[in-house]
C-alpha cells in the first residue's frame, strides 16, 4: 500500500514539475530589440472648414517587442523640433494600423497649440506603452519623426488688410454674425469672407456709427483709429456698427482735460505711440472721448512709469505729473503686465 502511494505522488510530482516547466518555456520575455511602431503615411493638412466632416487617416505599424503584449498607441503632434517637450494628443487607441479623426475634430484639437488661418510646421509621433502583466512595469517606444506643414482654420471670418496688416473679425457661433477689434489707418477697405470670397462694403457717414453693408459695396472709409467692430451679413439684415477704442493721452500738460489726441498703435510691439510736447501739468490715457473704459495713469500706491494703473471703478488712476517740459516720443504698453510708458526726449 505504501509502495502503491509513493508511486502515486511521484507520478503527480512529474505532471507538476512538466507543466512548471512548459510556463517557464511560454514566460513573456521582451525582445532586447523590439522594433519601434513607425507612421507610414499621413493625410493632406490643409485643413478647411467646408470639409470639416471629412475623415482623415493617419497609417502606421505596430510595435513588434517579440511576444504578444497589451499595448495603447498614442498619435502626438508637437511645434517642430521642440521633441515632443509640450506634445498635444490627438488620438489613442489599441491598434497603430489607422487612425481616424474628422477634419473639424483634427482643426479643434490643434487650435489649442497653433495659430488659426496659419500654416505651422509641426511634428507627429506614434508613441506605444507596453503594460506587462507580470507587474514589471511599462516600456514605451515612440516610431520615427514625420514632420508636415499644417493649415488650420479658425471660426468663420471677414477680412481686411490695412495699416499694412491682414485683420480679421470672427463669428465664434457660425451664424454670419461677426465682431472683432480692428486698427485702421485711414485707408478706405471691404471686408472679405475668407470661406467664399465674397466682398462687403457700405457708406459710413461721417458721425454715424452703423450702415447698411451691401455685397460688392463701396470701401468703407473710417479715421485713422482703432474700432470695435459688429457686423451682420445675414440676407435682408446686413450691417456694420463701429465704436471707436482708440487709446488717446490727455491732460493740461498735452494740451489740456477738455480732449484727448489720438495715438497711434505699432503692431510690431503692439504699443500706442505718439509725439509730444509736454509742459508742466498732468497726463493720463484714456479711450478717445470716454473715461468709462480705458483710464490709466500712475498707480495710487506709488509715482512709477513702470507699474501703471487702470481705474477699477472703486479706485482712480493718478496724474502723471512728473515728466520734465520738452518733445517726446511717448510709448504706451497696455498689453503688458504691468502696464507701462517710456518718455524718449526727441532732437
Same mark, same amino acid.
Given at each position: 500500500?505504501?509502495?502503491?502511494?509513493? &508511486?502515486y505522488?511521484?507520478?503527480?510530482?512529474?505532471?507538476?514539475?512538466?507543466?512548471?516547466?512548459?510556463?517557464?518555456?511560454?514566460?513573456?520575455?521582451?525582445?532586447?530589440?523590439?522594433?519601434?511602431?513607425?507612421?507610414?503615411?499621413?493625410?493632406d493638412?490643409?485643413?478647411?472648414?467646408?470639409?470639416?466632416?471629412?475623415? %482623415?487617416?493617419?497609417?502606421?505599424?505596430?510595435?513588434?517587442?517579440?511576444?504578444?503584449?497589451?499595448?495603447?498607441?498614442?498619435?502626438?503632434?508637437?511645434?517642430?523640433?521642440?521633441?515632443?517637450?509640450?506634445? &498635444?494628443?490627438?488620438?489613442?487607441?489599441?491598434?497603430?494600423?489607422?487612425?481616424? &479623426?474628422?477634419?473639424a475634430?483634427?482643426?479643434?484639437?490643434?487650435?489649442?497649440?497653433?495659430?488659426?488661418?496659419?500654416?505651422?510646421?509641426?511634428?507627429?509621433?506614434?508613441?506605444?506603452?507596453?503594460?506587462?502583466?507580470?507587474? *514589471?512595469?511599462?516600456?514605451?517606444y515612440?516610431?520615427?519623426?514625420k514632420?508636415?506643414?499644417?493649415?488650420?482654420?479658425?471660426?468663420p471670418?471677414?477680412?481686411?488688410?490695412?495699416?499694412?496688416?491682414?485683420?480679421?473679425?470672427?463669428?465664434?457661433?457660425?451664424?454670419?454674425?461677426?465682431?472683432?477689434?480692428?486698427?485702421?489707418?485711414?485707408?478706405?477697405?471691404?471686408?472679405?469672407?475668407?470661406?467664399?470670397?465674397k466682398?462687403?462694403?457700405?457708406?459710413?457717414?461721417?458721425?454715424?456709427?452703423?450702415?447698411?453693408?451691401?455685397?460688392?459695396?463701396?470701401?468703407?472709409?473710417?479715421?485713422?483709429?482703432?474700432?470695435?467692430?459688429?457686423?451682420?451679413?445675414?440676407?435682408?439684415?446686413?450691417? %456694420?456698427?463701429?465704436?471707436?477704442?482708440?487709446?488717446? &493721452?490727455?491732460?493740461?500738460?498735452?494740451?489740456?482735460?477738455?480732449?484727448?489726441?489720438?495715438?497711434?498703435?505699432?503692431?510690431?510691439?503692439?504699443?500706442?505711440?505718439?509725439?509730444? *510736447?509736454?509742459?508742466?501739468?498732468?497726463i493720463?490715457?484714456? *479711450?478717445?472721448?470716454?473715461?468709462?473704459?480705458?483710464?490709466?495713469?500712475?498707480?495710487?500706491?506709488?509715482?512709477? %512709469?513702470?507699474?501703471?494703473?487702470?481705474?477699477?471703478?472703486?479706485?482712480?488712476?493718478k496724474?502723471?505729473?512728473?515728466?520734465?517740459?520738452?518733445?517726446?516720443?511717448?510709448?504706451?504698453?497696455?498689453?503688458? *503686465?504691468?502696464?507701462?510708458?517710456?518718455?524718449?526726449?526727441?532732437?
Amino acid at each position: 500500500m505504501n509502495k502503491k502511494l509513493f &508511486i502515486y505522488l511521484t507520478f503527480i510530482g512529474l505532471i507538476g514539475l512538466l507543466f512548471s516547466c512548459e510556463k517557464d518555456e511560454t514566460k513573456a520575455v521582451l525582445s532586447a530589440n523590439p522594433i519601434a511602431p513607425t507612421i507610414v503615411s499621413m493625410p493632406d493638412l490643409t485643413l478647411k472648414r467646408a470639409n470639416g466632416l471629412n475623415i %482623415l487617416e493617419f497609417v502606421g505599424t505596430a510595435i513588434e517587442p517579440g511576444f504578444q503584449a497589451s499595448v495603447t498607441y498614442y498619435l502626438e503632434a508637437c511645434a517642430k523640433g521642440t521633441n515632443f517637450q509640450d506634445a &498635444i494628443l490627438i488620438l489613442s487607441d489599441k491598434q497603430a494600423l489607422s487612425f481616424k &479623426i474628422t477634419v473639424a475634430d483634427l482643426d479643434g484639437i490643434l487650435l489649442k497649440k497653433f495659430p488659426a488661418d496659419l500654416v505651422s510646421s509641426i511634428d507627429f509621433r506614434i508613441r506605444a506603452v507596453l503594460s506587462l502583466s507580470s507587474g *514589471t512595469g511599462s516600456y514605451v517606444y515612440s516610431s520615427a519623426t514625420k514632420t508636415a506643414d499644417v493649415k488650420t482654420y479658425g471660426p468663420p471670418a471677414l477680412s481686411l488688410t490695412v495699416a499694412g496688416k491682414l485683420q480679421t473679425i470672427t463669428s465664434p457661433g457660425d451664424n454670419k454674425l461677426y465682431s472683432g477689434w480692428i486698427y485702421t489707418d485711414g485707408t478706405p477697405f471691404q471686408f472679405t469672407n475668407n470661406d467664399d470670397g465674397k466682398k462687403y462694403g457700405g457708406v459710413l457717414v461721417a458721425g454715424e456709427v452703423s450702415c447698411a453693408l451691401t455685397e460688392n459695396g463701396p470701401a468703407i472709409a473710417l479715421e485713422a483709429g482703432a474700432y470695435n467692430f459688429t457686423a451682420d451679413i445675414n440676407t435682408g439684415k446686413m450691417k %456694420l456698427t463701429v465704436a471707436d477704442v482708440t487709446i488717446g &493721452i490727455i491732460g493740461d500738460a498735452v494740451g489740456g482735460w477738455g480732449d484727448d489726441t489720438k495715438m497711434v498703435f505699432n503692431f510690431t510691439d503692439r504699443t500706442w505711440n505718439i509725439t509730444k *510736447t509736454v509742459t508742466a501739468g498732468g497726463i493720463k490715457f484714456r *479711450t478717445h472721448n470716454s473715461w468709462a473704459a480705458v483710464n490709466v495713469g500712475y498707480n495710487p500706491a506709488g509715482a512709477d %512709469l513702470n507699474n501703471l494703473y487702470q481705474n477699477d471703478g472703486k479706485t482712480d488712476s493718478k496724474d502723471i505729473k512728473d515728466i520734465a517740459p520738452g518733445k517726446y516720443n511717448i510709448k504706451l504698453y497696455l498689453e503688458t *503686465t504691468p502696464m507701462k510708458v517710456v518718455f524718449t526726449p526727441t532732437n
